[in-house]
């Protein structure tokens, strides 16, 4: 309960400052599992997606974050866990894993930090394993507008990909690569698409 006040008070706030307009949110059906990959831009890209999609999400963030005791507290109450980077943070792989199974939603970066594709656009591996290791499709979001109070915001939400057919608890790094290089293929285009 606590957590639909939390994100009606998100939603609410994100609706006086930011004007979010959405594409393509038919995408997301209403049950089964998903991994959203978007691309990272700004504090504000997870606060955005939590509050505008219609299905409860849960978001991977840098663990750094939860230092911060409301952003903890915050963070718990609208789904968001921490993952350590730059190392195997093998609990948060299991619980990403576990949600997908139980037909949850789970959002990532899969930039691994901000503004990853000014930097040089590559996706982190993470991403492709999960998709990988559950046959759960990827949706790729490309996050576009300045994230400044008053300015549009848009959401362009694309079809979902299938890698089912490359499924396997110990995929090959080639593979991980292609998947991980279409992921982010999409998600750029995505971005890119005329305002």
Known sequence: MLRKIVIFLVYIFNLVVFRVEKNGEENIKEKGAYLICANHRSNWDAPILVSNLKRKVYVMAKA???KNKFIKWF????CVFPVKRGMRDIESIKYSLNLLKDGEIL???PEGTRNGMEKNGKAQNGVAYMAIRTGVPVIPVGIQGEMKPFKKVKLNIGEPLDFSQYKT???EKEILDRVSKEIMDNIIMLTNEKK
């Open 64 to 66: 750094e974050l939860f």
């Open 169 to 171: 608890n110990k995929p």
């Open 107 to 109: 959002v990532i970066f």
């Open 75 to 78: 963070g718990r109450k609208c």
